[in-house]
């Protein structure tokens, strides 16, 4: 007797489901100082440290892949080797002056539409055009990632920019605007994610 297998049924099956591992990932951002005075400025290379996610990865119809991410933004800290107190008001203009992160504690990105292709064995070149929501403002966010999957373990890795003025953030300035940040923001990541049985 033969019986009709539904195609959705099948797809499910295969999708497997990672959770993603802040421990063994690195996710930063880098702003880039202009103006007069941007060679005495800082260009911060600021830590992501502290996020969550979960994944759905489809090897065989990556279309079916989705991803969620959440980053606590009170936990944003610069990275770059500077002085205590420029440490300090690095940090205290990005969660007061950019993040507000008392008011808006998550960036969240959130990904159902993917499109991609296998590479070699076990490794993926993958398009997320996701919905990216920071300080309480959500657009659209394209990234590109290069997937690679061992075992039960799921590796990606890439970049993206952001305009801060996509999101009503103001450029932050010093020294009366004789230094700046660019407008734009470069993100880059290494993400670890495990199999969930």
Request: charged fraction near 25%.
């Given at each position: 007797?033969?019986?009709?297998?539904?195609?959705?049924?099948?797809?499910?099956?295969?999708?497997?489901h990672?959770?993603?591992?802040a421990?063994?990932?690195?996710?930063?951002?880098?702003?880039?100082?202009?103006?007069?005075?941007?060679?005495?400025?800082?260009?911060?290379?600021?830590?992501?440290?502290?996020?969550?996610?979960?994944?759905?990865?489809?090897?065989?119809?990556?279309?079916?892949?989705?991803?969620?991410?959440v980053?606590?933004a009170e936990?944003?800290?610069?990275?770059d080797?500077?002085?205590?107190?420029?440490r300090?008001?690095?940090?205290?203009k990005?969660?007061?002056?950019?993040?507000?992160?008392?008011?808006?504690?998550?960036?969240?990105?959130?990904?159902?539409?993917?499109?991609?292709?296998?590479?070699?064995?076990?490794q993926?070149?993958?398009?997320?055009?996701g919905?990216?929501?920071?300080?309480?403002?959500?657009?659209t966010?394209?990234?590109?990632?290069?997937?690679?999957?061992?075992?039960?373990?799921?590796?990606?890795?890439?970049d993206?920019?952001?305009?801060?003025s996509?999101?009503?953030?103001?450029?932050?300035?010093?020294?009366g605007?004789?230094?700046?940040?660019?407008?734009?923001?470069?993100?880059?990541?290494?993400?670890?994610?495990?199999?969930?049985?």
């Amino acid at each position: 007797m033969h019986y009709a297998v539904d195609p959705d049924t099948v797809a499910e099956a295969a999708t497997a489901h990672y959770i993603v591992q802040a421990s063994g990932s690195t996710f930063r951002v880098k702003a880039t100082a202009t103006g007069m005075l941007s060679a005495l400025g800082h260009s911060p290379t600021i830590a992501l440290p502290e996020f969550e996610g979960e994944v759905f990865f489809h090897p065989d119809a990556i279309e079916k892949s989705s991803l969620r991410m959440v980053i606590r933004a009170e936990a944003l800290t610069v990275m770059d080797d500077v002085s205590a107190n420029d440490r300090q008001e690095i940090n205290r203009k990005m969660h007061q002056e950019v993040l507000e992160s008392d008011s808006y504690s998550e960036i969240v990105y959130e990904c159902k539409s993917v499109s991609g292709s296998k590479s070699g064995d076990g490794q993926y070149r993958v398009a997320l055009n996701g919905e990216l929501t920071l300080r309480g403002i959500e657009r659209t966010q394209a990234v590109s990632a290069r997937v690679s999957v061992a075992g039960s373990t799921l590796r990606a890795t890439g970049d993206f920019s952001i305009r801060q003025s996509d999101y009503d953030i103001r450029p932050v300035t010093a020294l009366g605007g004789a230094i700046k940040l660019k407008d734009e923001l470069k993100f880059a990541f290494d993400i670890s994610a495990r199999q969930q049985e």
